[in-house]
């Protein structure tokens, strides 16, 4: 079964700082998406940034990055500049291509200081 | 589109009473995913339909637990005799699924959610 691991419950930054995010995955697939989610407090989750895993190359979403090592099955999201709204819980994320569902880490909740 | 619409958005019910929520998907979407959501944990998933089929169920969702989405657009998901323990956040979620041509993104576009207390 596909697990994916937030090894962060917590983190903080300062506003115009940057702020790294972590997560691992375990997969035995070769094709597959791999997604950050942002759940503001009281609102629907949005999706911040996607990454295929057939693509070498770090996607990129204005001040949000992400590092896809692949061979270590690990997907980090930096987030530079930050802003106060980017207070939030943040989800790492998993599908498999031509699949269904996605498969959910526990979450990160990230302050940012002021 | 107005996104994805959940009804209703809080509902406090009694242990051993039903209670049934409702998704409204964007409506190009074909795709319609629940997820459960508990405090301090991520979605888990739940259920998925294509159209009105529904292709994938979790172990998690036991028989007193049933989804329907009978014409391909809004879904219901029905919790019978509810427990303490089904207390949480019930999310819907919409997705495009192209079956020929075309890019699949795989986003999921999720509801506000539902939130369940059972007393």
């Known amino acids: 079964a596909q697990t994916v691991t937030q090894s962060q419950p917590e983190m903080s930054v300062q506003e115009a700082e940057t702020v790294t995010l972590s997560c691992t995955y375990d997969t035995s697939e070769s094709d597959y998406y791999l997604f950050w989610y942002k759940q503001p407090p009281s609102r629907q989750m949005i999706l911040v940034i996607r990454?295929?895993?057939?693509?070498?190359q770090n996607a990129t979403e204005n001040r949000f990055s992400v590092n896809f090592q692949k061979a270590a099955k690990s997907f980090s999201l930096k987030i530079s500049d930050s802003q106060l709204g980017d207070a939030a819980m943040y989800f790492c994320a998993y599908s498999i291509t031509n699949a269904g569902k996605s498969t959910f880490g526990d979450g990160t909740t990230l302050t940012v200081k002021p | 589109d107005t996104g994805v619409s959940q009804d209703p958005r809080h509902k406090i019910t009694k242990r051993g009473q039903n209670v049934t929520f409702r998704c409204d998907p964007i409506?190009?979407?074909?795709?319609l995913y629940w997820y459960r959501q508990t405090l301090g944990q991520g979605p888990e998933f739940l259920t998925y339909?294509?159209?009105?089929?529904?292709?994938?169920k979790s172990r998690l969702l036991s028989d007193r637990f049933s989804a329907e989405r009978p014409k391909g657009s809004f879904s219901t998901l029905e919790i019978q005799r509810t427990e303490q323990g089904d207390s949480a956040m019930y999310l819907c979620?919409?997705?495009?699924?192209?079956?020929?041509?075309?890019?699949?993104?795989?986003?999921?576009?999720f509801g506000e959610g539902s939130r369940l207390t059972v007393l």
């Open positions: 979620a919409s997705s495009l699924r192209r079956l020929a041509g075309g890019a699949n993104t795989g986003e999921l576009f």
């Open positions: 990454q295929e895993a057939y693509k070498q």
């Open positions: 339909f294509q159209n009105e089929a529904q292709l994938e």
């Open positions: 409506s190009e979407h074909n795709r």
